[in-house]
Each structure stands twice: as structure tokens, then as C-alpha cells.
């Protein structure tokens, strides 16, 4: 039998309040000038969300125990949830929510990869390219694709052709299946689906580039 | 490539009409659709070409899955201030490849327990692990040892995290520790015994650590040792069984990995062996067993696999000062010397390939640490095959390993090549260390240069020497550096004539670059050296003065093969001059250096052919004595100086001692080697010599067969060992007159196979040339023994034969004059003897009234 213990920091409830109304206001106020198109902001937005995305994965821990599955869609939906179901929270279109959830994600996650890889001396994350044979057998595993890479390429996309880097972050940082990108994105279908289709095209091509290329210099 | 905004819409429309279409139209439109910009065009196929490759898979199993590293990313469950059970979390102390480590304490009854919890990280984490570390809990809780760090609990949290919980030891790792504070060879040693203590009880108990490295030796202020981890690689590595050995060991310190750990195959007390022979070896040296800084996975492998870890000594000589000044010595010289000898032998024996071949258990190995400390015989000298030559003669194994590593070396060389920019020189460098690998293994598994028919390693080398050649024109100092390396391969493994070549062409682009004059000295240097084992004796002369005339500082190296070189024209008393003065400055030197132990030899040699047969016996004696500081007692060279010595003993007139002397080697070197070994053939050529100088014929001819057997089949049927022995069996069996036959068919093939080996000019080819005469003669073949002596060859011959070849030659030849009657012949030619010619005679007459008027 294998002792199982929780820490006391992960047993917030979902009936205890998760911030504080000034809190509140400043999410409002950042929101909206995030919307408006103030990239600045994002940080103070990270500080602000990341704190209820980690809780509501907490929370998806504790009700699941070990069989912990945290879908990065449920996450931002919960998030969602939360967030606008408080008062206040004047944007009641989910898909802005999501679109400001993904770019989180993605940036946590990178700032995360990084900081580990920085311990690591870059020596214990293993990368793969996506042109590697057994490259299926592997991302099964985990954190073997790179994802800092997918990251790199995302925003050389993003430079060039924004409306299709962006169904691409949502599809692969939010899990947001096609139709709720058209929700958030306020696109027809058809070139959702279109943009995805090169979207994973070109990342595909422009990754195993990159791998090829890094092999060479290791 | 940073893609615009144009390009990119572009290729976008492209690549979208391309999709609308069949598949099979798909390459006609991205032609005609391109146009002329073909980097557009590649672009676009590209595209199709992953769109093909991923078109109906699933998004996670083209980009992989977010939830892994989401999980690991958010909740942050454990941290300073949160409780884990009934610890409470104080900080983070250190994270590393399997997790995060945190100090923690519990109150119990008024007692603080403090204690170390390390979460094993995310992606180790499967339900199969968490009952695997339940099933080792028990046993791994079991374990009591002042020098393991105990295992208190393990479980798991909420999301699945497993997590040890571990007596907290507060010190620092093993190496920092003994460098910080220089602690002496001994005093490392000391501890390193703490550790030993610690292993045996563990492995006493059923449980093999697996992954010993230094940072999981931490050391307490108070200087007590302290293993961590242990049994935990097994869960871990246990995880992933089933689906490769290379995923399997990950997480485990690829330096101190046992070769078996890494094919997978059953992990044993074998491994701890392995890893604390690594741990040991760093620990005296400073250096891992392999440098495995950016060295690739395959390359690694390799080194792990087959090649032999480097002798301590030799690497020492390559490290920094710093090293031996942190083990309170003064300089490397002395590093070197302390940790030769004994304590190289028990490195190497933990660090065998072989898991049988190395310590059979933690305590044998702590037996010998023991009996180096205090002096005393260790056991890896006892009755221990010789290894690395074993490898060798182990020959399927040695090529194909050591034709992986030149093959590594090739590409390398091809890469240099490839790319003649200013990183050419860096990229030097790495196929020069490849070079050296190389080198360093055909010098330590071939001392006694017998082999020659490595016939993988030399088919590598030749496809070396196009890529190589490319260079000559263009980079001749790069040249002249890789063909260096390349022909010292050449020249140790026997392809003297080989090596003398491209150490021809070497040193001929080192005149026209900018070799650094001492690596251009070397180069010369050993080309004199591959030139004398070419037979090109002239030219080895020139080479060294060519060497001496760079103006750079003579080496012992240089006066070595100075002296080998005057001993050819028999100035003996020059040649010892040298010898004693090269090795007066080598006397740092190990052992194990080819050049220390080569002089000393020689000097013998040199002694020898200048009559001084005691002085040669000393120093062969001294020899071994200085051998036996450092080297195994089976080591081939203690072997061959042995066998040396008998021969000493028997010219010195001590043909008794010397009978029992090469009875004893030849014992010894077939316990040792085997059977069919190269030195068994010499110790047995030795041991025949001194059974017939004892009139034991018939014992004599057993090894004197023996010998024939194995030089045939290593050597080959023409080889001067073999011939020189063929020729002693004949001289045995001539002497049993109901033989004769026998014994003259033997001469006349000898005589044959040395006229086309070594040529009418050596001496070799004039001795057994007499002795066949002298057969033919004796059996009454007066005429056939007449022609023998006055054929052109031998007229050659005679102007260079030493003294006792040409006045045996003489009385030969005057004997036969007479038996075949010339005299008689030139006056009054006999019809009734056609057989009898009168032109041998009259050549002998001419051979005969020139070497009067000689005299």
C-alpha cells in the first residue's frame, strides 16, 4: 500500500474565495487593454490568471487523485468559469478567454521549460525531431517533443501570417477542437480548417528544419 | 528563415490550391505553379510533403501531448511551508535528473526528526513504478548502515508524484570534498573503503545500487561517507523495462554505467564493481575512465563497449597540474607515479568489460584497496589472464571494435576536410583526439608487435588515406598531423613499410607548412622508427638528422632510435651511450611507456653484441624488477624480458639456469596466454635453444615444433621467427643420422624461403645457405654443394656476411673445391662424370684467389 499524502496548499476548495477584489479590478482593467491590442501587459495577466490555472489543476488533482488527466482544454474552460462568473468581468465572450488563456499557457509553459533546461544544464530534457522514426512512440511519453522549438516556430508564424499562427496556438496550447476556434476567432469554418491544415504543415516542416539543423551543429 | 508576409500568403494560396487537387497532380502543379523561383517550389513540395506525412493523425501524435508538461508545470504542490504527510517542508535543497530534493522534519514525542523527501520527477511516474517502489521499500528500509543513508518512507502524492523520504546528510560530494580539503591518495582511499563497507553490506542484503556515482557519495563534515540512492535506479530503470535499454538508462550516469547495464543485460554486484572502479578512478586521477565531453551517443557507446579505459598514468600526463596539486603532491610526475602500479591494477580490474573478469565481489575489491594501503601483494596480479592482450588475441573482437572507433575517425577526418575554414581548426583537434584514442588502444593492446594481419583495421585505414590525401596540397600541416597519428596506427600493428610511406609524405608537408617544430620533430622521430622496421636503415639515418637539425631539444625518443640504428653497424659502445642516457631521462617514466621499456631492452641488446653479457643480464633483470612495480606479472613485457634473460643465461654459459629459467616462462606463458600464443612460440624457441646447448635432442624438437606450429599460423609461412625456428629443428634433426633426408629437405627450404624473404644480403640467408651446404657435402653432394656456394647470390653475400658466416663460407667452399676435385676437373675434365661441371669450378677458383688476396 503506498502512502498517499496531500499538501495542505492544494486542498483550497472550490467555495473559497480564489482572489480578492482588487484582483478583480486589475484583471478587468488588464483585459481589456490586452484586447485593445497592449501586448505590455501580458505579464501582469500571467501573474494574474496563472495563479487560478495552477488551482484549478490542484483542484482537478484532488477530486481525480492519481489519476490525474489535465486536459489544457477543461483547464481554460474552468478557468472561464471562474473567472467570469464573478462580478465585474465585463467580457463575457468565452472565446476572448480563450484567446488570452492560450497565449498564457503557451508562455508558462515556455518560461517553465526554460527555467528547468537552465537547472538542467540544457543536459536532462530530451528533444526530438519530428522527422525522427520512433517520433509517435516518443510524444507519448511526455515533454519529448520540443516544445520550445514548436514555440520558436509558432512566433516566426505569427510574424508573417498572425490569423494562422493564432488557430495554431489556440489548437495546440488551448486543445481547442475547430469548432471553438471558430467561436473564438470569429472565422468561418472553412478557413480554420484551412489555416490549421498549413498551420501544422508549415510548423511540421519548419521543425524537423530546425532539428536537421541542430543535429548538425550537436 | 524568418518567412514575410508576402511569401508566406503566397505559399499559403499555393499549397491550398495544391491540396484542392488530386495527389498525383500535386508535383506538376507546384512546378508549373512556381515558375522559376525554386526556393519557393522546394518550399511548397516540402509543405505537401509533411501534409501528406501527418494529414489524418491525430494533432498529439504530430506535436506530442501538452498535458505532460502542463502537469509538471502547475500544481506546485510541495514547497517551503507545505506538509507532506506528517513532514513538514523547510526548503529546497537541490534538484537534479530524477527530481527535486527537500529538507523536512517531523516532531514526534517531543523529538525532531529531520529528514531529506526527494519527489521523483513527473515523467518517471506510472503505476507500475509506484508498485515497484513498494515492493523495494521494504528491503531498501532494511538496509542499516553508518555509510547508507537510510530510507525512511516512500509513497506517493495525490497526483501521482512518487517520493522518497531519506535520513538527511548534510556534507558535499565525494570529489569536491577530497579536492577541497587536498586530501592525500590515501586518505581518499580511506574513505573511499567507508564507501566499499557500505556497498558490501548492501549487496550482503540482496541489493545492487546500480548507479554509484560520486555525486551520490556525499562526505559529513566529521569525514563519514554516505551512499545515496540506493536500489532506487533499479525501480527506475525496472519502469521502462521492455521497451529498450537506452530509455532504460537514462536516468543513469552514462560514465559509470557497466557495458552490461548499458546492452542491458542482467544487472549484477558485476555493476557496483564497474561504477566503483570509475568512482576510484577519478578519484585518484581526476579524470573519468572516459572523456565523455562531446563525445556523440554512438561514440560513447563504443568507448564503453570495447575500448579498454586509458592507464591513469597516461592520462595524468595529458591533465593539469591542479590535479595532482590537489592531492598534495607536487607535480603530475609524482601523481603519476603513485598512481601506477598496484593501484592501476585494481582500477583496471574493476573497470574490466567482462563482468566475470572483474572483482567477483565489493570485498575482494576492499581486500585489495586494503593491501595497496599497506603495502602489500594485491589479488588482481594473481593468476590473472593478461587482459588487454587477450582482447587482442581475441582477434574477431579487437578489429571490429577498434574498426567502429577508425571509422569514427575516418568521418571525422572527411568532416576536417569537408570543411577548410578557420573551423578547420578546431575540428582539427577532434579528429586528432579520435587519432589518439586509436593510438592509445593499438599501442596498450599490442606491445609485442606480432600481429601485422589485423586485417579489418588495415582495410579502414587504407579508405583513411583518400579523404586524408585531399589535404596534402592544400593544409599540409593538417596533413602532416592526422598522417602522423595515422602511421604510428600503421607502424603498431606491423605495417611498417606502410607507415613508412605516409610518414614520408607526412613529413613532407610538414616542411612545406608550419608544423610546430616539436610535433615536426616527433614526426621524424618515429618515421626513423617506421623506416628501421622497414629495413630502410639509410634512410631512418637521415630522418633523425633531419629531426636533429630543426634545432629543437633532443628526446630520449630521438636518442632511442639513434642508438637502434648505429647498433646496425655494430657501433656498439655510441649505441650505449645513448641508450643509458635516454633512459637516465626517462627514469620518471612508467613502465607501461612503450620508450622506457624499449631502451632497456635494447641497451641489453647493445651490451650483448659488445660482449658484455653480464652487464646485459643486470639490466635485463633490473628490467623486470622495475616492471613488476606497476605492471601485471602476466604482462607480456615481464614475459618477453623473461624469456630475454634465459637467452642471457645461456650465452653467459649457465645453460642449466637457463633451461629452468625458459621451462618456467614457457609454464607461465601458456597458463597466461594459452596454448597458441606468439609469446608460448618464443618461449618455447628459447627453451628449445637451451635443451639443445644441454644435448636434449628429442625434447628439443617437441618445442622447437611447437613454436614452428603457432608462428606458422600467426606469422605465416616465410616469417623470420618462423624460418629462424625451422632452421633450429633442422640443426636438431641433422644430427640423428638415420635423418639426413629430413634435415636437408629442411635446410633447402629455409635457404629458399629466406633468399626470397630477406634477400642474398643477409646474413640470415649465408647461415643457412652454409649449414645446407655443409648437409649436401657431408651426404656426399659435393657438386650440388659447389654450385650452392659459388651462385651469384652467394658471391653477394660474401663481401657483407659477418666473420663467422664468411669463414664458414670459406672452409665450405674450399671443402667443396676439393671434394668435387677442381683441380683435377680443370686439367682433365671427366667424361665418365657428367654431373661434375667445369664452371662451378672455375668460379670457385676466382672466389677462392680473390679472398687469398684479400687476406
Known amino acids: ?218 | 528563415m524568418q518567412p514575410d508576409a508576402d511569401r508566406i500568403a503566397r505559399l499559403y494560396a499555393l499549397f491550398d490550391a495544391a491540396l484542392d487537387l488530386p495527389q498525383a497532380e500535386h508535383d506538376a502543379y507546384a512546378r508549373a505553379a512556381c515558375g522559376d523561383d525554386s526556393a519557393l517550389h522546394e518550399e511548397l513540395c516540402r509543405l505537401l510533403a509533411h501534409e501528406r506525412a501527418i494529414a489524418g493523425r491525430d494533432t498529439r501524435s504530430v506535436f506530442g501531448s501538452l498535458e505532460a508538461v502542463l502537469r509538471d508545470a502547475m500544481p506546485d504542490a510541495v514547497h517551503a511551508g507545505s506538509q507532506l504527510g506528517e513532514f513538514s517542508i523547510l526548503e529546497e535543497i537541490g534538484a537534479g535528473g530524477m527530481g527535486r530534493v527537500f529538507r523536512a522534519e517531523r516532531s514526534e514525542r517531543g523529538f525532531t526528526q529531520r529528514v531529506a523527501i526527494k519527489l521523483l520527477r513527473q515523467e518517471l511516474t506510472n503505476p507500475d513504478l509506484l508498485r515497484r517502489f513498494s515492493a523495494e521499500r521494504q528491503i531498501l528500509a532494511g538496509l542499516s548502515h553508518p555509510g547508507i543513508c537510510r530510507l525512511i518512507d516512500a509513497g506517493a502524492l495525490a497526483n501521482g508524484t512518487p517520493y522518497v523520504v531519506m535520513e538527511l546528510v548534510e556534507g558535499e560530494p565525494l570529489f569536491e570534498h577530497c579536492d577541497r580539503r587536498l586530501l592525500s591518495l590515501e586518505h581518499r582511499l580511506q574513505i573511499f573503503r567507508q564507501v566499499l563497507a557500505a556497498v558490501s553490506h548492501a549487496h550482503q542484503n540482496l541489493v545492487v545500487h546500480r548507479d554509484i556515482k560520486s555525486s551520490n557519495i556525499l562526505v559529513e563534515a566529521g569525514g563519514t561517507a554516505k551512499l545515496l540512492d540506493f536500489g532506487i535506479a533499479k525501480v527506475l530503470a525496472g519502469a521502462h523495462a521492455g521497451d529498450g535499454t537506452a530509455t532504460a538508462d537514462r536516468y543513469l550516469s552514462f560514465s559509470n554505467a557497466a557495458p552490461e547495464q548499458l546492452l542491458g543485460a542482467r544487472v549484477t554486484v558485476a555493476c557496483d564493481v564497474y561504477a566503483l572502479g570509475a568512482v576510484m578512478y577519478q578519484l585518484c586521477c581526476g579524470l573519468a575512465p572516459f572523456d565523455l565531453q562531446g563525445a556523440g551517443a554512438a561514440q560513447l557507446e563504443t568507448q564503453i563497449l570495447h575500448v579498454p579505459p586509458a592507464p591513469m598514468s597516461r592520462r595524468i600526463a595529458e591533465a593539469s597540474e591542479r590535479i595532482a596539486l590537489n592531492r598534495g603532491l607536487g607535480n603530475l610526475a609524482a601523481l603519476r607515479r603513485a598512481s601506477s602500479g598496484d593501484l592501476e591494477r585494481i582500477v583496471q580490474k574493476c573497470l574490466r568489460k567482462a563482468p566475470e573478469e572483474r572483482y567477483a565481489s565489493v570485498e575482494q575489491l576492499d581486500d585489495d584497496v586494503a593491501n595497496f594501503l599497506a603495502c602489500r601483494p594485491i589479488r588482481a596480479s594473481a593468476g590473472q589472464r593478461w587482459y588487454r592482450l587477450r582482447k587482442f588475441i581475441d582477434r574477431n573482437r579487437l578489429p571490429v571494435a577498434l574498426g567502429a572507433l577508425l571509422l569514427v575517425a575516418v568521418a571525422t577526418i572527411a568532416g576536417v576536410l569537408a570543411a577548410r575554414n578557420l573551423a578547420a581548426l578546431r575540428e582539427r583537434d577532434r579528429a586528432q583526439q579520435a587519432l589518439s584514442i586509436l593510438r592509445n588502444a593499438f599501442l596498450s593492446a599490442d606491445p609485442s608487435r606480432v600481429s601485422g594481419e589485423a586485417v579489418t583495421v588495415r582495410a579502414v585505414l587504407d579508405a583513411a588515406r583518400p579523404a586524408l590525401e585531399e589535404s596534402f596540397d592544400a593544409q599540409p600541416e593538417l596533413y602532416a598531423s592526422l598522417a602522423s597519428s595515422i602511421s604510428e596506427v600503421e607502424l603498431a600493428i606491423g605495417l611498417s613499410t606502410q607507415s613508412a610511406e605516409l610518414f614520408d609524405r607526412a613529413a613532407d608537408a610538414a616542411r612545406r607548412g608550419r608544423l610546430d617544430p616539436g610535433e615536426h620533430f616527433h614526426l621524424l622521430v618515429m618515421r626513423a622508427r617506421a623506416l628501421y622496421a622497414a629495413g630502410e636503415y639509410e634512410r631512418a639515418q637521415g630522418s633523425l638528422h633531419e629531426a636533429s637539425a630543426l634545432g629543437v631539444e633532443l628526446t630520449p625518443e630521438w636518442e632511442v632510435t639513434k642508438a637502434i640504428v648505429l647498433l646496425r653497424s655494430a657501433e656498439y659502445q655510441q649505441a650505449i651511450v645513448l641508450l643509458r642516457h635516454a633512459i637516465e631521462s626517462m627514469h620518471t617514466r612508467p613502465p607501461e611507456d612503450e620508450w622506457a621499456n624499449s631502451a632497456r631492452l635494447w641497451l641489453a641488446n647493445a651490451l650483448r653484441s659488445n660482449g658484455d653479457n653480464a652487464e646485459a643480464l643486470r639490466i635485463l633483470e633490473e628490467t623486470v624488477d622495475w616492471h613488476h612495480t606497476a605492471l601485471d606479472p602476466q604482462h607480456p613485457r615481464i614475459a618477453l624480458t623473461r624469456i630475454q634473460i634465459a637467452v642471457q643465461k645461456r650465452l653467459l654459459g649457465r645453460p642449466e639456469e637457463s633451461l629452468s629459467d625458459a621451462r618456467q616462462v614457457h609454464a607461465d606463458v601458456v597458463a597466461a596466454y594459452g596454448p597458441r600464443s606468439p609469446f608460448v612460440a618464443k618461449a618455447a624457441m628459447v627453451l628449445g635453444n637451451a635443451l639443445i646447448t644441454l644435448e636434449h635432442a628429442s625434447e628439443a624438437e617437441a618445442v622447437y615444433r611447437e613454436a614452428i606450429s603457432i608462428y606458422q599460423e600467426i606469422l605465416g609461412d616465410t616469417h623470420p621467427d618462423t624460418l629462424r625456428t625451422l632452421f633450429n629443428l633442422a640443426e636438431v634433426i641433422v644430427a640423428d643420422p638415420a635423418r639426413r633426408a629430413e634435415a636437408r629437405d629442411l635446410y633447402r627450404k629455409v635457404f629458399g624461403a629466406a633468399q626470397t624473404r630477406f634477400g642474398m644480403k643477409s646474413n640470415a640467408t649465408i647461415l643457412f645457405r652454409n649449414s645446407y651446404a655443409r648437409t649436401l657435402l657431408a651426404d656426399g653432394e659435393a657438386a650440388a654443394a659447389l654450385s650452392l656456394l659459388v651462385s651469384a647470390g652467394a658471391q653477394v653475400g660474401l663481401d657483407v656476411a659477418d666473420d663467422s658466416n664468411r669463414s664458414n663460407h670459406i672452409a665450405l667452399l674450399r671443402q667443396a673445391f676439393e671434394a668435387v676435385e677442381c683441380a683435377v676437373i680443370a686439367s682433365a675434365p671427366n667424361p665418365e662424370r657428367p654431373d661434375i661441371q667445369a664452371a662451378p669450378c672455375a668460379a670457385a677458383a676466382v672466389m677462392l684467389a680473390r679472398i687469398d688476396a684479400e687476406s
Open chain 1, 1 to 218: 500500500m503506498i502512502a498517499r499524502s496531500d499538501s495542505p496548499s492544494c486542498t483550497t476548495g472550490g467555495s473559497k474565495p480564489l482572489m480578492n477584489v482588487s484582483a478583480d479590478k486589475d484583471i478587468t482593467a488588464l483585459l481589456k487593454r490586452w484586447k485593445d491590442g497592449d501586448r505590455a501587459v501580458e505579464n501582469q495577466l500571467a501573474n494574474l490568471i496563472y495563479p487560478v490555472l495552477r488551482d484549478i489543476a490542484a483542484g482537478q488533482v484532488r477530486r481525480r487523485g492519481s489519476q490525474l488527466t489535465l486536459r489544457p482544454t477543461e483547464l481554460v474552460n474552468e478557468a472561464y468559469e471562474r473567472i467570469a462568473g464573478q462580478k465585474d468581468v465585463p467580457w463575457q465572450n468565452r472565446a476572448h478567454f480563450y484567446a488570452i488563456a492560450a497565449t498564457l499557457i503557451r508562455r508558462v509553459l515556455i518560461d517553465h521549460i526554460r527555467q528547468r533546461m537552465t537547472e538542467k544544464h540544457g543536459g536532462d530534457v530530451r528533444f526530438v525531431g519530428l522527422d525522427h522514426p520512433d517520433c509517435e512512440a516518443l510524444v507519448g511519453a511526455g515533454n519529448l517533443v520540443d516544445w520550445l522549438a514548436l514555440d520558436q516556430s509558432l512566433s516566426r508564424l505569427a510574424a508573417a501570417h498572425p490569423a494562422v499562427a493564432r488557430v495554431a496556438e489556440l489548437r495546440l496550447f488551448a486543445g481547442l477542437e475547430i469548432d471553438e476556434i471558430v467561436t473564438s476567432c470569429e472565422l468561418s469554418r472553412a478557413t480554420v480548417g484551412r489555416h490549421w491544415r498549413f498551420a501544422r504543415a508549415w510548423l511540421s516542416a519548419d521543425l524537423s528544419a530546425t532539428a536537421t539543423v541542430a543535429d548538425q551543429q550537436g
